[in-house]
């Protein structure tokens, strides 16, 4: 059974503080997608990025930056100069294998940023 | 293009009653999910659905049903509500032959007394 584990319930810092949220991961599928999105107070999910298991490159958009090391199974997401804004609950989710047919998500438990201003 | 919608956003049920929830989307996706949210558990998957008039049970299927009678419409039935089926849902879709990303609504927030 796949398993997402983000160990960091909460954490809160201070503007413009860099901040790195982590992820780690159990899987039997050679082939497989991590996901990161971002859940703000208002309620929805909005996705971040999708990294595939074959692609170890670490990927920067703007503040937001993610390292993927599939050696420690680990898929981390950092924000740079974190904003107010930044404030939300953040997810990490695991796709199932090809082979399963529904390709559902398995999603840890949210890590909640709080960034005071 | 609306993306994914959900019907209604907020309700509020006793126990007993029932009631439907609807999940549309308009980006012609063959696969469709309803998860459910609860503190500190992150999303659980109901049921799914990979294709027009096909679902199945998910991890959490209990005291759910599901019917996908078209293919931009996925419906969560709940026939007899009770105070555990509190929760946000959430319905998902993704395109076959994707690389998985799923779209989501924005939730539906269940309250039952």
Redesign the interface.
Known sequence: AQK?TQAQ?EISVVEKEDVTLDCVYETRDTTY?L?W?KQPPS???V?LI?R?SFDEQNEISGRYSWNFQKSTSSFNFTITASQVVDSAVY?C?L?EGIDT?????T????TRLQVQP | NAGVTQTPKFRVLKTGQSMTLLCAQDMNHE?M?W?RQDP??????IH?S?GEGTT?K?EVPDGYNVSRLKKQNFLLGLESAAPSQTS?Y?C?S?LSGS?????????T?LTVL
């Open positions: 997402v319930t997608y996901f999105y309620g929805e999910l996705f999708r595939n997810f989710a796709s047919g529904r390709r559902a998500l999603f840890g438990s949210g | 696969y999910y998860y500190g558990m992150g999303l659980r998957l799914y990979v199945a998910g946000v959430f998902a993704r690389t998985d990303t799923q779209y989501f609504g924005p939730g927030r």
